[in-house]
């Protein structure tokens, strides 16, 4: 029996020693082919801009190209659904927002299992910019509020759908400044955005990047954002100036499917880590208000548990339901 037991010792510990050989040797010769981004939203928001800013350069890095490919819908749903069912070689991954965060809270049926999945590294944070039609006739945040409180529901913003953090941001403000502003969905933010310069909506909550171009252009103006604290040359104010205690952060992580290796999800990070280094990169990011995080594997899971927590109470707080 002792020799038996001593046999089957011998052979768990040779599959172990072949499982780690074999996952190392995977992370030496990972990427073998081009690795595909999944951008779970439509072009031209402000995922496909923040992922530009460190895309080429991981490209480079790892020796392959990064293909982009945008599947918008359900506020990430269908991109991260094709992301669960991609073998876990670290060939398909994606670029999402917090957005991922707020979905198990909002859809009775999810087809994957958000915690199953792998988030590879944090990428960065940011607050929104309230963005507003340039004619309307309000000189500050104080003035907004005192005018939709006086007239509910007549005032419009623009979101990107169910669940995603333009909606949790817009919600969160008519909560805590007891008023009503209407949310219109639409596909991405880049139709937010389009309709709002358009004359359609009267706001927009988005990243600071994609309303600059409208706001440059005079179809916009920066008005306050979610955060704390001016930004930009453009000092902005923050909302919490006009409704004391708001706040909003949303961030933007790489995750990949399930169970794929550490050894992969480690390299990763490694060549994530400098390129966030770069002082290139740091300005770029600067530039669009954007804070820089390139977290390690294991402090992006806890990351994401946090934040799911905070999106389930905010969540909760405005009334929304799953579907």
Do not use: C
């Amino acid at each position: 029996m002792k020799q038996i037991i001593r046999a089957l010792g011998l052979k768990a510990a040779f599959v172990v020693a072949l499982g780690v050989s074999g996952g190392t040797a995977m992370a030496q010769e990972y990427p073998t082919q081009p690795i595909k981004f999944i951008i779970p939203y439509a072009p031209g928001g402000g995922t496909d801009a923040a992922a530009a800013v460190f895309s080429d350069k991981l490209s480079q890095m790892l020796g392959q190209p990064i293909v982009k490919e945008n599947h918008p819908g359900s506020n990430s749903v269908i991109g991260t659904a094709l992301l669960s069912q991609a073998k876990p070689d670290g060939h398909t991954l994606m670029v999402v927002t917090g957005a991922i965060a707020n979905n198990p809270f909002l859809y009775a049926n999810l087809p994957y299992d958000t915690n199953k999945l792998v988030p590879v590294s944090i990428l960065t944070s940011y607050p929104f910019v309230l963005g507003v039609r340039s004619d309307l006739p309000f000189k500050d945040m104080r003035e907004l509020i005192a005018y939709a409180k006086a007239n509910p529901g007549k005032l419009t913003a623009g979101s990107s759908g169910r669940g995603s953090g333009a909606q949790l941001a817009l919600g969160l403000l008519n909560s805590t400044a007891g008023i009503e502003i209407r949310e219109i969905p639409f596909k991405g933010a880049g139709e937010s955005l389009n309709n709002v310069a358009g004359g359609f909506v009267d706001m927009v909550l988005s990243g600071y990047e994609t309303v600059r171009p409208f706001a440059e252009g005079g179809k916009m103006k920066f008005f306050a954002h979610t955060g704390t604290g001016e930004m930009g040359t453009e000092k902005i104010p923050p909302i919490a100036d006009s409704v004391p205690g708001y706040e909003y952060q949303n961030w933007l992580a790489l995750i990949a499917p399930p169970e794929t290796p550490s050894q992969i999800t480690d390299k990763l990070n490694s060549a994530l880590t400098k390129i966030f280094a770069e002082k290139e990169v740091k300005d770029r990011l600067a530039g669009q208000n954007i804070q820089g995080i390139a977290s390690t594997a294991a402090e992006a899971k806890p990351y994401l548990e946090t934040e799911m927590a905070k999106s389930k109470t905010i969540i909760e707080n405005i009334g929304l339901k799953p579907e």
